[in-house]
């Protein structure tokens, strides 16, 4: 089944240390978006990649970067997590402006 | 700007009764579409349907309706004879027709804690 995959499912990390969430897809979608979710809140898109070209929403965290290295992966890291960064972390992919599809999320948990 | 608004936070159902789920949005744009997620106790965001903004016909699917109405700006979902699996967070969401850069930006509202007790 064409789908979207997130690993690791659960990570835990020391206050500062650098940390890779990953992303894949299957389904060959041109757009991969990474979102931030803490308790009880609303997504909060971090960014997205439209192909190979990275867009940042305004707001993200110099602290927060990406890597597409192709169309399959997406990479999310966090240079330096603070105790705020403990979250869930959400990919999606979608083709074009059609509708967003999620993978099952990272849960961070930051010490 | 855009904005969605969920107002009931939580919501506490008895096995087999209907719920309906409300969601109010602002948009200024005339091409839009409309998304809900149900959000499981497992993270995962799941897709449940899109509306489009010229699309007014309500829709049915199993136990799940929604009901779009432009003229109220809103774009209700009702689960019919609630099951205990539907314990979820659910999720109304909106995003702009027509955008430069090719992506989908949405706005989600702050969902809604639905608990279905056997």
């Known amino acids: 089944d064409a789908m979207v995959i997130q690993n690791p499912r659960y990570q835990v990390t020391q206050f500062g240390k650098p940390v890779t969430l990953s992303c894949s897809q299957t389904?060959?979608?041109?757009?991969m978006y990474w979102y931030q979710q803490k308790s009880s809140q609303a997504p909060k898109l971090l960014f997205h990649?439209?192909?190979?070209?990275?867009?940042n929403e305004a707001d993200t965290p110099d602290n927060f970067q990406s890597r597409r290295p192709n169309t399959s992966f997406c990479f999310l890291d966090i240079r330096s997590p603070g105790l705020g960064d403990a979250a869930m972390y959400l990919c999606?992919?979608?083709?074009?402006?059609?509708?967003?599809?999620f993978g099952p999320g990272t849960r961070l948990t930051v010490l | 700007a855009q904005k969605v608004t969920q107002a009931q936070t939580e919501i506490s159902v008895v096995e087999k009764e209907d719920v309906t789920l409300d969601c109010v949005y602002e948009?200024?744009?005339?091409?839009?579409?409309l998304f809900w997620y149900k959000q499981p106790p497992s993270g995962e965001l799941v897709f449940l349907i899109r509306?489009?903004?010229?699309?007014?016909q309500n829709e049915i699917s199993g136990r799940y309706s929604w009901n779009f109405q432009k003229s109220t700006s809103s774009f209700n979902f009702t689960i019919t004879a609630s099951q205990v699996v539907d314990s979820a967070v659910y999720f109304c969401?909106?995003?702009?027709?027509?955008?430069?850069?090719?992506?989908?930006?949405?706005?989600f509202g702050t969902g809604t804690k639905l608990q279905v007790i056997p």
């Open positions: 999606a992919t979608s083709k074009g402006r059609d509708t967003q599809y």
């Open positions: 389904l060959n979608h041109n757009v």
């Open positions: 990649y439209y192909d190979k070209d990275f867009n």
């Open positions: 948009t200024r744009d005339t091409t839009y579409y």
């Open positions: 509306r489009n903004s010229f699309d007014e």
């Open positions: 969401a909106l995003s702009e027709g027509y955008r430069s850069g090719g992506y989908q930006k949405v706005t």
